[in-house]
């Protein structure tokens, strides 16, 4: 079983929609990211949390929220979906105890926002 | 704005020929490390080097930095079909923690059989 997963897979709305993707992992990490991808362009920092109760704005947060409901899991919501939200949207875990700061990604949502 | 850049943006090759790809960014860094990710799928990571290494081997990769010019490049030594993927780099600042990383905008390796 995959350590890091996330649903939906895939997933299609429309403009003014809630959505929320789900990670859940199993590797007992503390931290906790969320990351989306445009084509051509590398990852983007939306939220990170270091614990249940340490969560903290990226590059990119304006329009999403997040919660940490607990060390393994970390959610990430579109309050209001707009077109421009289109993108892959992949959560991270690290563990930087043992001086490893590798990070492990989940296989990604593809969210098409019309 | 992105702190790495990679070249070259896209990158094919024969099968059993080197792959280089270089990786530039703007400020000082703690750690740099390298991740691949296969089409439309998650990353993984290859490699970490730290601000004060110069080089470091794993397997078929090796991974140069030079701080003073803000670079680092990544070879991949007798390129495998599997190896078609884009590869990114990723940077921690200092004054960020070694946990949030800053990635490039990646190079797309293509492997020809």
């Known amino acids: 079983d995959a350590d890091v997963t996330q649903t939906p897979r895939n997933r299609i709305t429309k403009t003014g929609k809630r959505i929320m993707l789900e990670c859940s992992q199993t590797?007992?990490?503390?931290?906790m990211y969320w990351y989306r991808q445009d084509p051509g362009l590398g990852l983007r920092l939306i939220y990170y949390?270091?614990?249940?109760?340490?969560?903290n704005k990226g590059e990119i947060s304006d329009g999403y929220s997040v919660s940490r409901q607990a060390q393994a899991k970390f959610s990430l919501s579109l309050e209001s979906a707009i077109p421009n939200q289109t993108a892959l949207y992949f959560c991270?875990?690290?563990?930087?105890?043992?001086?490893?700061?590798?990070?492990?990604f989940g296989p990604g949502t593809r969210l098409t926002v019309t | 704005s992105q702190q790495g850049e990679e070249d070259p943006q896209a990158l094919s090759i024969q099968e059993g020929e080197n792959a280089t790809m270089n990786c530039s960014y703007k400020t000082s860094i703690n750690n740099l490390q390298w991740y691949r990710q296969n089409s439309g799928r998650g990353l993984v990571h290859l490699i970490l080097i730290r601000s004060n290494e110069r080089e470091k081997h794993s397997g078929r990769l090796r991974v140069t930095l030079d701080t003073s010019k803000k670079s680092s490049s990544l070879l991949i030594t007798a390129s495998r079909a599997a190896d078609t993927a884009s590869y990114f780099c990723a940077t921690s600042l200092p004054n960020f923690g070694n946990e949030k990383l800053t990635f490039g905008t990646g190079t797309r390796l293509t492997i020809i059989p």
């Open positions: 590797k007992g990490h503390d931290r």
């Open positions: 949390s270091f614990d249940v109760k340490d969560i």
């Open positions: 991270a875990t690290s563990d930087p105890r043992q001086g490893n700061y590798e990070q492990y």
